[in-house]
């Protein structure tokens, strides 16, 4: 056993990661193999000796064909080590543990509780009889639920989150610092400054800009608010955009719904309503370096650099991954062609903003994990750069609250016909949208590159327009940065319920969101990165994470790195790029596969990693999960959700 403690300190010391691979099943006929799978499924305690050591074992049934697990050395404190290679047969079950060359081999009890073998390494076989642990709170709340478990993040010992990775370090990513302030805080309730009612005339935008601007002069309090314009019920005409573009500034209804809502009207010739936009101003603060890893996995929050003499805690730093030739070649993005004309795929770098946790020698550890891989394959002479910057211009602390914003009826001719839009929002940071209501607006919801840190809570879309081009309008538009939906709604056929777009990297939350009709969700178009479906339903439309190839104006890989979690939906269709994976969790709905739009190969492409197929799986949401962790229980209650709903 003294080889396998050493190997157990190594994993510890290199941070535990966790590589859990599919397991493999015995030649059973369908039924009874599911039957013995499930009678194995669950946690096991067993004490080798010379020297004693004391190992848990964690057995899960990720699809009704498949079983993974982990094991755990309680006396080296090494959790989540990779097990693999689970068979059972009969009464004979057996796995491996390819990492420190171990494996196992067993005898079932009767009754299901208990597993005679031995533990067999370079050293011979040494005797191991596991024994069930009966959880009475959790594995009865878990069985209730009828949930699963996934093998690549799921509860492990004290209920932490264990994450598995690829071979290269490649995981799910923390998605936890979406939101306000980085997830976890409360929403602040605005003192009111001035009070606006209808004017009675054809026009109240300047009535209402005028209380927003007399607010915007008001000297800033706690957090940089400066107030709130409160309207008062009734309707309001809008001809014209209300712009908020300074900071501390909250615009508030009286409601959404009912004979006491504030309606704001969009009369006139089409337009926007509202802009909440800041001056994005981004300065260079030195020369910069570059990276020296070889890879820098998903999901990464370390980075190593040539010099990281002038990078210090708190800084941010930009991160610039080259679009280069080569890699738009591997993607197979480089024979773009449409009705016999080249189409273009993603153009320009990709540029990351982060905060640094620490710096230690070249290592640099980041506030937010990466949502994209980085492989110095694909630079050459390119490398990606690391540059300390400063951002200045952004609008914080803004707001916009229990409203209604109405469009006239009409049909839409999406990219033809102008547009009723409702709210942009770019430039700006730790800012949200609130108990809003869109009805018959083109595109309801816009986030912009530069939007960071947003929560968009209670908002709804009512789209009863009929859409009669094929590009189709967006209830949610997001290329920001820790964005967070949350509780959002909306019906309407031939929409984009949510949709990322070119170059945005994560993490983006879409968290129990409702959306009904035939619409869809999705990675929109040329490479956004980080997103998380979260318990979410599409009754009637579609979840996709996929190449769009010749789509739109030459769309093709979406997306990737990005996870769909206890999902449901009438069909989704996730793909795995080339060098990167999309994850579809718990979903319940029919998995679809596709070729590539515009490809003269009508073959399917790879599927994404799919998951515990028409079962849900704990967490019952993997961001609440992850928030919990990361901030605890009164973070999760500051977001208005029990906490409970964790586990």
């Not at 049934?61 to 689970?86: K, R, V």
């Not at 789209?463 to 939906?485: E, K, R």
């Not at 979260?534 to 104006?553: F, H, K, Q, T, Y």
Request: glycine share 10%.
């Amino acid at each position: 056993m003294k080889q396998v403690a050493n190997m157990l300190l190594t994993i510890k010391a290199a941070r535990k990661l966790v590589l859990i691979v599919l397991a493999c099943l015995s030649s059973l006929g369908p039924l009874h193999a599911q039957t013995a799978l499930t009678s194995i499924v669950g946690d096991y305690e067993g004490t080798l000796a010379s020297p004693a050591s004391r190992l848990r074992l964690h057995v899960r049934l990720s699809s009704p064909t498949t079983l993974t697990g982990t094991l755990d050395s309680l006396d080296e404190g090494a959790l989540g080590i990779p097990s693999t290679e689970f068979v059972v047969s009969g009464t004979q079950f057996r796995f491996a543990v390819p990492s420190i060359g171990g494996s196992y081999k067993g005898e079932i009890s009767a009754d299901g509780n208990t597993i005679t073998g031995s533990w067999t390494e370079q050293h011979g076989p040494l005797p191991l009889v596991f024994r069930r642990i009966v959880h009475a709170a959790d594995s009865a709340a878990a069985k209730s639920a009828s949930l699963g478990q996934s093998q690549w993040v799921h509860f492990g010992l004290g209920r932490k989150l264990v994450y598995a990775t690829t071979p290269k370090g490649d995981r799910i990513p923390d998605f936890s610092s979406a939101g306000y302030l980085g997830g976890g805080i409360a929403l602040p309730r605005v003192a009111t400054r001035v009070k606006v009612s209808p004017t009675g005339t054809a026009d109240d935008t300047q009535a209402i800009q005028a209380a927003l601007d007399q607010v915007a002069k008001l000297a800033p309090g706690a957090q940089s608010i400066r107030g709130a314009v409160q309207l008062a019920p009734g309707t309001f005409h809008l001809k014209g955009t209300l712009h908020l573009n300074t900071s501390g500034v909250v615009l508030r209804g009286a409601g959404s719904a009912g004979p006491d809502a504030t309606v704001l009207e969009m009369t006139g010739d089409p337009h926007l309503a509202m802009e909440i936009k800041g001056d994005f101003q981004r300065r260079g603060l030195g020369p910069g370096t570059i990276l020296k890893d070889a890879y820098v996995p998903a999901g990464a929050t370390i980075i190593h650099v040539a010099n990281a003499t002038d990078i210090h805690p708190g800084d941010t730093v930009e991160i610039v991954k080259p679009v280069t030739p080569r890699w738009v070649h591997f993607m197979g993005m480089d024979q773009l062609v449409r009705d016999g004309a080249p189409e273009k795929w993603v153009q320009n770098d990709i540029r990351v903003l982060r905060e640094v946790a620490s710096v230690t020698g070249d290592a640099v550890v980041l506030e937010v994990p990466l949502t994209d891989s980085f492989d110095s394959h694909f630079y050459n002479a390119d490398q990606p750069t690391v540059t300390r910057v400063a951002i200045a211009g952004q609008i914080a602390e803004t707001g916009v609250e229990h409203l209604r914003i109405v469009a006239p009826n009409r049909r839409i001719d999406y990219h033809r016909d102008a547009r009723f839009d409702g709210i942009e929002m770019d430039n700006i940071i730790d800012s949200w949208l609130q108990g809003l209501v869109f009805v018959d607006i083109t595109n309801s919801v816009t986030i912009g590159h530069n939007a960071e840190r947003l929560t968009v809570v209670h908002v709804d879309v009512q789209q009863d327009d009929t859409v009669t081009s094929h590009a189709q309008p967006f209830d949610f538009s997001v290329a920001g940065s820790q964005i967070l939906l949350d509780r959002c709604s909306g019906k309407g056929d031939r929409v984009t319920y949510v949709g990322t777009q070119s170059r945005s990297e994560g993490p983006v939350v879409v968290l129990n969101c409702r959306f009904t009709g035939g619409g869809h969700m999705e990675g929109h178009q040329r490479w956004s990165t980080g997103l998380l479906i979260d318990s979410c339903e599409v009754a009637g439309g579609n979840i996709n994470l996929r190449n769009r190839g010749i789509m739109g104006s030459g769309h093709g890989w979406a997306i990737g790195w990005s996870v769909l979690w206890n999902d449901e939906a009438g069909s989704f269709l996730v793909q795995n790029p080339p060098g990167a994976m999309n994850w579809a969790i718990g979903d319940k709905g029919l998995q679809a596969g596709a070729a590539m739009p515009g490809s003269s190969d009508d073959s399917s492409l790879p599927r994404g990693v799919i998951e515990s197929v028409d079962q849900h799986v704990e967490p019952n949401s993997l961001y609440l999960a992850q928030l919990r962790e990361r901030k605890g229980a009164a973070a999760v209650k500051a977001i208005g959700y029990r906490v409970e709903l964790n586990r």
